[in-house]
């Protein structure tokens, strides 16, 4: 069972890295609940940052041709000051309020996507900007915010994945930064990552290793 279960979750993984190397942007919406199911909420997102950082890194040199900073340059610093917003409220919120705005945030991108909902465009990119990066930082998915706030810029089709990578690199690094500092993610002595304070009965502890000190069961 164990086995079956890293399948699953690295072929989730692969599935929302290739969402958000052809997107630009939408991995997070795979990859964050398959996280928090297996290593609980702030662990998930705090991982899921990581990955998704470094997933992020690879699409800006492929997409460095076509990366337009002077257009987005205002969209990504409200978004990453709304990342570290975000970011620091779930280092401080208690578990069950950043399962709840996982689930809540998951949701209400599924019925926007699923009734077309159209937000409000002209004018509000910065609010929006500063929007996704918050609900980014704090349930590990901005939903359509951050689409809808890169899209006011009307740019095109590989600009427009240009800018988004360049959106969601900063942020992720940004919420990435955060979570370490406040030990939610660390190395241990052989370099190796260690999810802290959480719980994985599923992987295989070479895979994700615990702080003993956190007094959880495995």
């Known amino acids: 069972m164990e086995i079956l279960a890293l399948l699953g979750v690295l072929l989730l993984v692969y599935l929302s890295f290739a969402v958000s190397a052809s997107a630009g942007l939408g991995g997070s919406l795979v990859l964050v609940p398959t996280l928090v199911v297996f290593l609980g909420s702030k662990e998930g997102i705090a991982l ?3 990955l998704l950082a470094s997933n992020n890194v690879l699409k800006i040199a492929t997409y460095r041709k076509t990366l337009p ?6 969209v990504v610093l409200l978004l990453v000051l709304g990342a570290a917003a ?3 409220l779930l280092v401080a919120a208690p578990v069950w309020v950043v399962t709840a705005g996982v689930v809540a945030m998951f949701v209400a991108t599924l019925i ?3 009734f077309e909902l159209q937000l409000a465009r002209a004018g509000f990119a910065p609010v929006l900007s500063f929007a996704s990066g918050a609900t980014s930082g704090f349930s590990g998915t901005s939903g359509p915010l951050k689409g809808v706030a890169i899209r006011n810029l009307d740019l095109d089709r590989r ?3 240009g800018a988004a990578s360049l959106a969601s690199f900063a942020g992720d690094a940004t919420k990435t930064a955060i979570f370490a500092e406040a030990g939610l993610l660390a190395l241990d002595h052989g370099g190796q990552l260690v999810i802290r304070k959480g719980k994985c009965h599923h992987l295989p502890k070479t895979l994700f290793e615990h702080d003993d000190q956190s007094g959880d069961s495995h």
């Open 48 to 50: 899921a940052a990581l």
């Open 112 to 114: 926007a996507e699923r």
């Open 69 to 74: 900073f002077r257009a987005a340059v205002g």
């Open 86 to 88: 975000g970011s620091a």
């Open 159 to 161: 600009h427009f994945v």
